[in-house]
């Protein structure tokens, strides 16, 4: 509440009097007889002056705050804004920000009154302005006033401290229309507020150019070196007088102009670059020298600025100096008394753990992080420990790593068990020089935490059992030995009973596991299981009477009971009834062949890793595997079902129903747990579906693709350029990725992946040849990658693109110019056949309208190109308005035909465009508009 004072003694005695108050009922009468009376002041003839409604409207205020209704006032609350006085004015805004709603009848009148006060020359009265947009403000004040809150923050005349409000108050803005604020003459002003000379205008301005980044990265890339200067000064400033924070040097605008240089790449300007770096060595030098305060302040500010240069230096991932150094810094960190800083020091360590550049000094902390691991009592630290064991995990720490995880899973917390399960299991499968040992391990996960044990990590250790002859015996003898245990987890008889069922034949000479031996030890625990494992069970036992006819009859007597053939289960009694009637009918030749032993699966990504990715946000990268045999696992990937067992399977009616599948030529494990996706071809680039960080602003000529060009130049710098050719017919397109080695050495590692957005896999198919891994110095290479419209998608794919030259790795993410426009014919129909679709296309998922301003010169003949090369026929004479622009078009698509229609009025004094498209597929409008309006 405002300070009341001698001039507003009848609030201090109304608020004296409700805490003087002994019980709420006469809290409540007390108010209800100043409600009374604010009421009867307002409807009187009496002319209330200024100081009695912000009195009144005061006390309103504090009864709202109290919890109850109020729902008048708010006329003299709006009456109080056109007041000259500051505290009435003060009054008024803070009522309105407090109790008014957008749908309120006198909401215009609120409207009309800020941009009064936005006009006005006095600052308080414009940063109070400023102060209620930022704090209510809603889409339809940012589209009314949304002009002038830029003038103010961009203008020489503004004082410092109304810049600094204007520039919180267009974040709030943006953040409510973002499309409002996107275009290039208010970019180039903004990104000069950056050199103002008072820092809280920078800091301001920084906060709001971080936002407008995320939405149009290439257009605030001017930015960089502006934000590399000010950084620079900052750093190397020794006295910045009201922005020394216990003696660091304004901390927070630190912090703010290192996390907005992570939205780009490194700069390519050495002069630039070269600054930065002195500027990073100054503040990583600056954390070993001895504190000038004891203050924890002091430390929290150190420190943040240190840790955010240390996000900088993983973010570019090129200097190995400076990357090596924060990795020391960081390890000091370890042993810390902070539980914050042990946190932030394991989860920066983690990032650092996936370079090659510093993954040698990160694993000289491997025996600290052990230590942290078994004695920290933080449990998000304990998480950060693990999870930088995994990342720095190699072929020659893995046995020793694993051995660490299995040891602290025995008392791990319940909730971070199936993540760490998932972590051991790829990392023993990923590193196993003996995969006896991998067996082992993953049977010690299931004895261990059989509870957490996913699906994919049994489904896993059996595919691979079965693809290696060497160790069927072992996992055979050491499974059944598992089961013989006096408490068994129901996972371990799955994996048992699928291993048994197909090599049980190699450990039956001894009489010790003989073959009525292992039969009745896995049926010992047929009335534990559920009926998931019965299924398997029932498997089993009919590929049991294949590898030990002897057992027949057994077996026979088991399927043939009246608790499998009458079971409630319809699952049970089908298997039980079918494998009886196999095992008496058919021949012993005719049995084996359709119980053979199951063949070897063809080599494919593990779903183990994606698998993980869904339960952790904690930073997983791809391992290079040294043995040919291991199979990789992919960073980005998709939930892959991993059925194991041809005849081991659950019902349909027990998981989700599979997705359609083409008939694979290589049989599937447990085919009703899902379909086998199909064998990877070596020739194939790998398509993933997935998210990933393009970026943007290494394509700025993008937008050129959409209307004008099939052809041209995706990206380019010093090493190479990529190109690209395509064409489209009907729902197929073809594109030419050309690469060309501009440097004097070979690209060596050269590797490419496609990534199509998870909404749009549905809707979009792709397939392309992979490339040479060797691309010679001059040299230039093709790839052709084939396109299919499902349907329409709204996504562009991306294509990432890894190489290394001269001992350095690059890596880039780029859009590929495969829209849903390029799916898009014109087609031609008169004024008469236009109105009467457009008129049937009248439901609101069905239309898409877009007010913007225009980004290029109105001339109609450019205009008109622009939606031919979109993919519309133009109609000219359709509509009464000469200037006024219709297009008709069809999407093909592999199953369909969607026809979409354009109405485009210009308003060239206004330098605005209303565009309007409209379609008989909902969503898609949407998706036509956004793309069309972004190369107009």
């Known amino acids: 509440m405002p300070r009341t004072g001698d001039s507003m003694r009848g609030l201090a005695v109304f608020i004296a009097d409700i805490r003087n108050c002994k019980s709420r009922e006469q809290e409540k009468k007390r108010i209800n007889k100043e409600l009374a009376n604010i009421r009867s002041k307002f409807k009187g003839d009496k002319q209330l002056d200024g100081y009695q409604k912000k009195k009144y409207v005061c006390k309103l205020l504090f009864i709202f705050l109290l919890g109850n209704d109020v729902d008048f006032g708010h006329m003299e609350a709006v009456d109080l804004l056109a007041s000259n006085k500051y505290t009435e004015k003060q009054i008024g805004y803070l009522f309105i920000s407090v109790m008014m709603h957008h749908s309120n009848d006198l909401y215009k009148l609120v409207i009309q009154a800020i941009k009064n006060d936005l006009s006005s020359k006095d600052p308080v009265h414009i940063c109070l302005a400023l102060t209620c947009i930022a704090n209510i403000g809603t889409p339809e004040m940012a589209e009314e006033i949304g002009d002038e809150v830029p003038k103010i923050l961009t203008s020489p005349d503004t004082l410092h401290g109304v810049k600094k409000c204007a520039a919180l108050c267009l974040l709030r803005l943006f953040e409510l229309k973002s499309d409002k604020f996107i275009h290039a003459e208010l970019s180039s002003r903004l990104i000069a507020l950056l050199s103002d000379q008072h820092l809280g205008v920078v800091t301001s301005a920084c906060s709001l150019i971080q936002a407008l980044v995320t939405a149009n990265t290439a257009e605030y890339k001017g930015c960089v070196s502006l934000a590399v200067s000010r950084l620079s000064r900052i750093v190397s400033s020794t006295d910045l007088k009201d922005y020394m924070y216990y003696f660091i040097a304004a901390p927070w605008l630190s912090v703010k102009l290192l996390r907005l240089l992570q939205?780009?790449?490194?700069?390519?300007?050495?002069?630039?670059?070269?600054?930065?770096?002195?500027?990073?060595?100054?503040?990583?030098?600056?954390?070993?020298?001895?504190?000038?305060?004891?203050?924890?302040?002091?430390?929290?500010?150190?420190?943040?600025?240190?840790?955010?240069?240390?996000?900088?230096?993983?973010?570019?991932?090129?200097?190995?100096?400076?990357?090596?150094?924060?990795?020391?810094?960081?390890?000091?960190?370890?042993?810390?008394?902070?539980?914050?800083?042990?946190?932030?020091a394991l989860e920066s360590l983690t990032k650092l753990a996936v370079?090659?550049?510093?993954?040698?000094?990160?694993?000289?902390?491997?025996?600290?992080?052990?230590?942290?691991?078994?004695?920290?009592?933080?449990?998000?630290?304990?998480?950060?420990?693990?999870?930088?064991?995994?990342?720095?995990?190699?072929?020659?720490?893995?046995?020793?790593?694993?051995?660490?995880?299995?040891?602290?899973?025995?008392?791990?917390?319940?909730?971070?068990?199936?993540?760490?399960?998932?972590?051991?299991?790829?990392?023993?499968?990923?590193?196993?020089?003996?995969?006896?040992?991998?067996?082992?391990?993953?049977?010690?996960?299931?004895?261990?935490?059989?509870?957490?044990?996913?699906?994919?990590?049994?489904?896993?250790?059996?595919?691979?059992?079965?693809?290696?002859?060497?160790?069927?015996?072992?996992?055979?003898?050491?499974?059944?030995?598992?089961?013989?245990?006096?408490?068994?987890?129901?996972?371990?008889?799955?994996?048992?009973?699928?291993?048994?069922?197909?090599?049980?034949?190699?450990?039956?000479?001894?009489?010790?596991?003989?073959?009525?031996?292992?039969?009745?030890?896995?049926?010992?625990?047929?009335h534990l299981c559920s009926n998931q494992t019965k299924?398997?069970?029932?498997?089993?036992?009919?590929?049991?009477?294949?590898?030990?006819?002897?057992?027949?009859?057994?077996?026979?007597?088991?399927?043939?009971?009246?608790?499998q053939l009458r079971n409630s289960d319809a699952e049970i009694q089908q298997r039980a009834m079918e494998y009886t009637k196999l095992s008496q009918i058919a021949s012993s030749d005719l049995l084996a062949t359709v119980l053979e032993e199951m063949p070897q699966f063809t080599e494919r990504e593990s779903s183990l890793l994606a698998k993980l990715k869904k339960k952790s946000n904690t930073l997983v990268k791809e391992k290079d595997t040294a043995d040919g045999d291991n199979t990789s696992t992919q960073?980005?990937?998709?939930?892959?079902?991993?059925?194991?067992?041809?005849?081991?399977?659950?019902?349909?009616?027990?998981?989700?129903?599979?997705?359609?599948?083409?008939?694979?030529?290589?049989?599937?494990?447990?085919?009703?747990?899902?379909?086998?996706?199909?064998?990877?071809?070596?020739?194939?680039?790998?398509?993933?579906?997935?998210?990933?960080?393009?970026?943007?602003?290494?394509?700025?000529?993008?937008?050129?693709?959409i209307c004008s060009r099939n052809n041209g130049i995706l990206f380019e710098n010093e090493i190479i350029q990529i190109g690209?050719?395509?064409?489209?017919?009907?729902?197929?397109?073809?594109?030419?990725?050309?690469?060309?080695?501009?440097?004097?050495?070979?690209?060596?590692?050269?590797?490419?992946?496609?990534?199509?957005?998870?909404?749009d896999q549905p809707s979009l198919r792709l397939e392309g040849q992979k490339v040479s891994q060797l691309i010679s110095a001059g040299a230039q290479i093709p790839q052709t990658i084939k396109a299919t419209a499902v349907s329409a998608f709204g996504e562009t794919p991306l294509i990432q693109i890894s190489f290394s030259a001269a001992g350095t790795a690059h890596n880039m993410v780029l859009r590929l110019p495969l829209l849903v426009n390029k799916f898009c014919k014109g087609t031609g129909m008169g004024a008469q056949d236009f109105f009467m679709r457009w008129k049937n296309l009248n439901l609101p998922a069905q239309e898409c309208q877009k007010v913007f301003k225009a980004g290029k010169p109105m001339d109609n003949d450019l205009v008109k190109g622009k939606v031919q090369g979109f993919g519309f026929q133009v109609l000219d004479g359709v509509d009464p308005k000469p200037d006024n622009l219709v297009g008709a078009g069809i999407i093909v698509c592999e199953g369909s035909q969607i026809g979409c229609l354009l109405r485009l009025e210009p308003s060239k004094p206004a330098q605005m465009y209303r565009m309007t498209v409209r379609s008989s597929r909902e969503g898609v409008p949407e998706l036509l508009v956004n793309l069309l309006s972004q190369d107009l």
């Open 635 to 705: 960073e980005s990937g998709t939930p892959e079902d991993s059925p194991v067992l041809n005849n081991y399977s659950a019902p349909p009616a027990a998981t989700a129903p599979p997705e359609p599948a083409a008939p694979a030529a290589e049989p599937s494990l447990l085919d009703m747990f899902g379909g086998a996706p199909p064998a990877t071809d070596p020739t194939k680039v790998q398509v993933v579906t997935g998210l990933i960080e393009c970026n943007e602003a290494a394509q700025p000529n993008f937008k050129a693709f």
């Open 535 to 563: 299924y398997i069970l029932l498997s089993t036992y009919i590929k049991l009477i294949n590898l030990f006819p002897e057992i027949k009859g057994d077996i026979e007597e088991v399927l043939g009971n009246d608790n």
């Open 263 to 344: 939205s780009y790449s490194q700069p390519t300007d050495s002069a630039v670059y070269e600054r930065l770096k002195e500027s990073l060595e100054t503040i990583l030098n600056r954390a070993t020298d001895p504190p000038k305060s004891k203050k924890i302040q002091h430390t929290n500010a150190k420190n943040a600025v240190l840790f955010e240069a240390i996000n900088l230096i993983i973010h570019y991932d090129s200097d190995a100096a400076l990357m090596v150094r924060s990795c020391n810094l960081l390890g000091g960190f370890l042993n810390s008394k902070e539980t914050n800083l042990r946190y932030l």
């Open 355 to 526: 370079s090659d550049f510093s993954r040698k000094a990160v694993m000289k902390h491997q025996e600290t992080v052990v230590q942290a691991l078994k004695n920290e009592r933080d449990l998000s630290v304990r998480q950060r420990a693990v999870d930088l064991l995994y990342a720095m995990c190699d072929r020659d720490q893995a046995e020793e790593i694993v051995g660490e995880l299995l040891a602290y899973l025995e008392k791990a917390d319940y909730s971070i068990r199936e993540e760490l399960v998932l972590k051991i299991a790829i990392l023993a499968e990923k590193f196993a020089q003996d995969y006896k040992w991998y067996v082992d391990v993953v049977l010690n996960l299931i004895r261990i935490a059989g509870d957490y044990i996913a699906d994919e990590v049994w489904y896993r250790v059996t595919q691979i059992v079965i693809n290696r002859d060497d160790i069927q015996a072992y996992a055979a003898k050491t499974v059944f030995e598992a089961l013989q245990a006096p408490t068994c987890h129901e996972n371990m008889v799955k994996v048992g009973a699928y291993i048994l069922g197909e090599f049980g034949n190699l450990i039956a000479g001894d009489e010790r596991s003989g073959p009525i031996v292992q039969f009745k030890l896995l049926h010992s625990m047929f």
């Open 724 to 759: 690209v050719k395509s064409e489209f017919t009907g729902f197929e397109g073809k594109l030419q990725v050309f690469y060309g080695n501009k440097s004097p050495l070979p690209l060596q590692g050269f590797n490419t992946t496609l990534y199509i957005s998870p909404k």
